[in-house]
C-alpha cells in the first residue's frame, strides 16, 4: 500500500474509531469502579481502612459523573491535538543546564500513571504492537510520536488527570488500584482490537511483519529473528529476536539534565511488573479467548462443549489418508531427496489436503477446526528459526494434532494441553540455533523423530500419548545435555561438582554451628571454621569422598584447630599448643589452597587465626574437657551422618557469598551485574526451562546461551554457547539479569501461541474461511 493522503486519512479515522470505541466503553467501567468501591467498603476490616474505603465510595458517588465527563473531554481533545508532551505536576522554569528538585508529589503522581500504563500493556501489548505497526505504515514513518494518543501512557494521563480533576483522591486510587488496572486493560485492549480489526478489513497490514519496527541498543550477529510481539511492560515494542532493548516511554519533558522521571518509569516497571512467566500465560489464554471468541460467532457450537467428541467416520478416513501421505512425503524429504518443508510446495499442500479433509467433515466444527488447524501448522512450518531437517518431523505432527483438536475441545481452550506443550517445548530447543547453520545435535533429531512415530503409532489414544511423550522428552533432555551433547556435557558435570560442594558447605555449616553452639571457643575461630574451613571439607569430600583420607584429614585438623583456641591454663597445654602449631597452620594451608583461595587471602585468615589463638593463651574461660573434644572428633569422623537433608539446603547469598572459587577455563560464574531483583523476577528465574535459549550479555559479548542444566530447586542454572562457554549463575543473580535485560528470551512467545496469533490474524479479515 502506497503512503500517500488518503492512507494519512486512514490513520486518522484508525485513531478516531480507537478514541470512540475508549468512550463507547467509559460507562460501563465507571460503573465496574463504583460496583468495586462499594464491595470493598463492605468487606470487613480495621477500623484505618473501613475509614479509608467510606470516604473512597462517598468520594466516587460524589464525583462520577464529573470523572466521566473528564475523561471523554480529554481523550476527544488528545483525538483533536495529539497527546499532552508534558508530565504530570508541574516543575519550575529551568534554564539549560539548570538542576531542580521534583517534588515528592510529582514523583507519586508518575509512578501511579506508569503503573496503570503498565497494567495496560502487559494485557494489551500485542494488540497495541500490530497497531502502532499498521499506523506507521499508513504514515510513512519508523515509529509513532512519544506522546501519540495511542499510547498507553498517554491514556494513563488523561485517565488519573480526570481522576483528580473530579475530586477524586491518591489514597482512594490506591484502595481501588486492582479494579481499575483491570478494567482500563480491558477496555484498551478491546479498542485496539477493534481498531486493528478495522484495519485489516481494509487491507492495512493484514499479516503483520513486526521486524522493521524493533529496535536495538545490543545487536549481534547471531541475533534471531521473530515475529512475535512482547509481553513485556510499558509502551516497549514487540522484540522479535536477540539482543533488543524495549522501546523508551516518552522523552522527558524537562531538559536533558532530568533523568529523574525515566528513572521512575524504569524502576516502577521492574518493581511492579507480574512475573514474565505468568504474565506470558496470561496472554496465551488471552489468544485463545480471542480464537474462541472469533470462531464461536462463525460457528456457534465451538467450543461450548468441554466433553471428549467423537471423530464422524468419513473424517477419520480422511485422516488417516491425509497421515498415511504426509508420512510418505516426509520420509522422502529425511531421506534428502527433497526438502518441501521449507517450500510453497508443502503449503499448497496442505491446502489442498485441509480442502479434502473439510469436504469429508459432518459438522460445522469439525470443518472450523480443520482451518484452524491448518493455520496453525502452516505458521509453524513456515518457521524459518526451526531447521528444515526438524520441520519435518513437526510436519507430521499435523494429522495426530487435528485429530486431538477435534475430539477433545479443551485443545482451544487451555495453554496446558500436552499437544500444545510438546510443540512448544520441542520447538524452544531448536529455535536458538544459527539460521545459517540449520543444525541441530543428533541425538535431539533423533528423539525428536521417535516422539513423533510414538504418536503416529497410537492415534486413538488422544492426549495420554502426547502426554506420555512429553514426559519423556523432559527425561531426555536432563540426560542428552549431562551426556549426549558435546558442547554442554563438560559444563553440566562441573555446574553438579558446584551444587554439591556448595550444599555440602551449608550442610557442614550448619552442623558445625550446632557443634559449637555451647563450647567455649574463640569467636575468630567459629567465624573460620563456618565460613572458610565448611568449604574445605566440602571441597575435600567431593574430590575425595566423605571417608577418603584427604577428607578425615580436614576433620582432624578441624578438631586440633578446636583444641588449641581454647582456653589454655596450664604451661603443659600451651606448650602442647606451641608444638602442634606448625603442623596445623601447615594443614589448614593446603585445605584453604585446594579450596581455590589465594596466598594472600590465606595469610589474611592465618593471622586471625594467630590471634585467636594467641587470645587462647590469656583466656579466663573453661577449658574444653577431654571427654567432649573426644566425643566433637567422633561427631566429625561421622559428621555426614549428622548433616541436614539435601533437599532442605537453599543455596543463596546468605550463606555463599563468594562463589568465585569455582571460576576455571571452563566454567565462568557470574558473580556481579544486574539490579536488585524483584519476586516477580525470581519467580521468572525459577519457571525457565531447559533447553530454552537466551541471548546473554556479559563482560562485553553477546552471545546465544541455551540453559542445559539446573540444579535442586533451581539454586543454580548453567547456560551454554553453541561452542561450549559454560556460564553459572545463582539464582538471584539470574533473576538480577533478567530484571537488567541482559538476559532476553529467544522466544517472546510460545511457539503455539504465536501460530495462533497469526491464524487470529487471518481470520479477522477472512472468518468465513472456517466454514468454506
Known amino acids: 500500500?502506497?503512503?500517500?493522503?488518503?492512507?494519512?486519512?486512514?490513520?486518522?479515522?484508525?485513531?478516531?474509531?480507537?478514541?470512540?470505541?475508549?468512550?463507547?466503553?467509559?460507562?460501563?467501567?465507571?460503573?465496574?469502579?463504583?460496583?468495586?468501591?462499594?464491595?470493598?467498603?463492605?468487606?470487613?476490616?480495621?477500623?484505618?481502612?473501613?475509614q479509608r474505603r467510606r470516604d473512597m465510595l462517598q468520594g466516587l458517588n460524589a464525583g462520577a459523573q464529573s470523572w466521566h465527563r473528564g475523561l471523554v473531554n480529554g481523550l476527544r481533545h488528545a483525538l483533536l491535538h495529539g497527546g499532552s508532551t508534558t508530565r504530570l505536576g508541574d516543575l519550575p522554569s529551568m534554564s539549560p543546564g539548570q538542576l531542580t528538585l521534583v517534588d515528592d508529589d510529582t514523583i507519586e503522581l508518575e509512578i501511579v500513571t506508569s503503573r496503570l500504563a503498565l497494567a495496560m500493556m502487559d494485557r494489551a501489548s500485542w494488540e497495541f504492537a500490530d497497531l502502532r505497526s499498521r499506523i506507521a505504515h499508513l504514515e510513512g514513518r519508523g515509529e509513532l510520536d512519544a506522546h501519540d494518543m495511542l499510547r498507553a501512557h498517554v491514556l494513563a494521563r488523561i485517565v488519573f488527570e480526570a481522576w483528580r480533576a473530579s475530586g477524586q483522591t491518591l489514597v482512594s486510587w490506591r484502595e481501588l488500584q486492582p479494579v481499575l488496572h483491570e478494567e482500563f486493560a480491558l477496555l484498551a485492549e478491546e479498542a485496539y482490537h477493534e481498531t486493528n480489526r478495522w484495519l485489516a478489513e481494509r487491507g492495512v497490514l493484514p499479516e503483520v511483519d513486526l521486524r522493521p519496527f524493533i529496535r536495538r541498543s545490543r545487536s549481534h550477529p547471531a541475533a534471531l529473528p521473530s515475529g512475535g510481539g512482547y509481553a513485556g511492560s510499558g509502551d516497549s515494542g514487540p522484540p522479535t529476536g536477540f539482543g533488543h532493548t524495549p522501546i523508551s516511554g516518552p522523552p522527558s519533558a524537562y531538559g536533558s539534565g532530568s533523568g529523574l522521571m525515566r528513572g521512575v518509569g524504569d524502576e516502577t516497571r521492574m518493581m511492579t511488573r507480574a512475573a514474565p512467566f505468568a504474565r506470558g500465560r496470561d496472554h496465551a489464554e488471552a489468544v485463545l479467548g480471542r480464537l474462541n471468541r472469533l470462531v464461536g460467532r462463525q460457528v456457534p457450537a465451538f467450543g461450548q462443549s468441554t466433553r471428549p467428541q467423537g471423530l464422524s467416520p468419513g473424517l477419520a478416513r480422511a485422516i488417516d489418508t491425509a497421515e498415511a501421505g504426509i508420512r510418505q512425503r516426509m520420509t522422502t524429504t529425511a531421506a534428502g531427496v527433497d526438502a518441501p518443508a521449507t517450500s510453497p510446495v508443502l503449503l499448497e499442500d496442505i491446502q489442498q489436503r485441509k480442502q479434502q479433509l473439510k469436504k469429508a467433515a459432518a459438522t460445522p466444527e469439525e470443518r472450523a477446526t480443520i482451518e484452524i488447524v491448518a493455520l496453525l501448522f502452516q505458521s509453524i512450518l513456515t518457521e524459518e528459526r526451526i531447521p528444515a531437517a526438524v520441520r519435518v518431523w513437526f510436519a507430521r505432527l499435523q494429522m495426530p494434532v487435528l485429530r486431538v483438536a477435534v475430539t477433545e475441545p479443551d485443545f482451544f481452550a487451555t495453554v496446558d494441553h500436552p499437544a500444545r506443550r510438546l510443540i512448544d517445548r520441542m520447538g524452544a530447543c531448536v529455535m536458538g540455533f544459527d539460521s545459517a547453520a540449520q543444525k541441530v545435535g543428533d541425538a535431539l533429531e533423533r528423539e525428536i523423530k521417535r516422539i513423533v512415530q510414538v504418536v503416529e503409532a497410537y492415534p486413538d489414544t488422544g492426549r495420554r500419548v502426547f502426554q506420555t511423550v512429553l514426559t519423556e522428552f523432559e527425561k531426555f533432555l536432563e540426560h542428552y545435555f549431562r551426556t549426549e551433547n558435546e558442547a554442554t556435557r563438560r559444563g553440566v558435570s562441573l555446574a553438579q561438582q558446584v551444587e554439591q560442594r556448595e550444599t555440602l558447605a551449608i550442610q557442614y555449616t550448619i552442623e558445625l554451628?550446632?557443634?559449637?553452639?555451647?563450647?567455649?571457643?574463640?569467636?575468630?575461630?567459629?567465624?573460620?571454621?563456618?565460613?572458610?574451613w565448611a568449604d574445605v571439607l566440602a571441597t575435600t569430600a567431593v574430590r575425595y569422598g566423605a571417608q577418603g583420607q584427604e577428607t578425615r584429614s580436614m576433620k582432624r585438623a578441624a578438631a586440633d584447630l578446636i583444641w588449641s583456641a581454647s582456653a589454655k591454663v596450664t604451661r603443659e597445654e600451651r606448650a602442647e599448643v606451641i608444638r602442634r602449631l606448625p603442623p596445623l597452620l601447615k594443614s589448614l594451608r593446603e585445605g584453604m589452597a585446594s579450596a581455590g583461595m589465594d596466598a594472600e587471602r590465606q595469610d589474611e585468615q592465618i593471622q586471625q587465626l594467630n590471634n585467636s589463638l594467641a587470645a587462647a593463651f590469656t583466656a579466663k574461660t573453661a577449658a574444653i574437657p577431654d571427654d567432649r573434644l573426644r566425643e566433637l572428633m567422633d561427631r566429625l569422623e561421622t559428621l555426614e551422618e549428622l548433616l541436614p537433608d539435601a533437599e532442605d539446603v537453599r543455596i543463596d547469598e546468605s550463606m555463599v557469598l563468594d562463589l568465585s572459587g569455582h571460576q576455571s577455563a571452563d566454567l565462568e560464574v557470574v558473580l556481579d551485574g544486574g539490579s536488585m531483583p524483584s519476586p516477580a523476577m525470581l519467580a521468572w528465574a525459577r519457571e525457565l526451562q531447559v533447553g530454552s535459549w537466551f541471548m546473554l550479555e556479559y563482560r562485553d559479548r553477546n552471545e546465544a546461551v541455551q540453559l542445559a542444566w539446573q540444579g535442586m530447586r533451581r539454586q543454580l542454572s548453567l547456560f551454554v554457547t553453541a561452542q561450549g562457554r559454560c556460564v553459572l549463575f545463582q539464582q538471584q543473580r539470574l533473576a538480577s539479569y533478567l530484571q537488567a535485560g541482559l538476559l532476553l528470551p529467544a522466544q517472546d512467545e510460545a511457539l503455539t501461541v504465536r501460530a495462533t496469533r497469526s491464524a487470529l490474524a487471518k481470520l479477522d479479515v477472512d472468518a468465513s474461511r472456517l466454514l468454506n
Open 513 to 532: 554451628r550446632r557443634m559449637l553452639n555451647d563450647m567455649p571457643v574463640q569467636e575468630g575461630v567459629r567465624q573460620f571454621l563456618f565460613h572458610v
Open 1 to 50: 500500500m502506497a503512503t500517500g493522503a488518503p492512507n494519512t486519512n486512514l490513520a486518522s479515522q484508525a485513531r478516531r474509531l480507537y478514541t470512540e470505541e475508549l468512550v463507547k466503553g467509559l460507562p460501563a467501567l465507571v460503573q465496574a469502579a463504583l460496583d468495586g468501591a462499594r464491595s470493598l467498603f463492605e468487606k470487613p476490616t480495621e477500623h484505618a481502612a473501613f
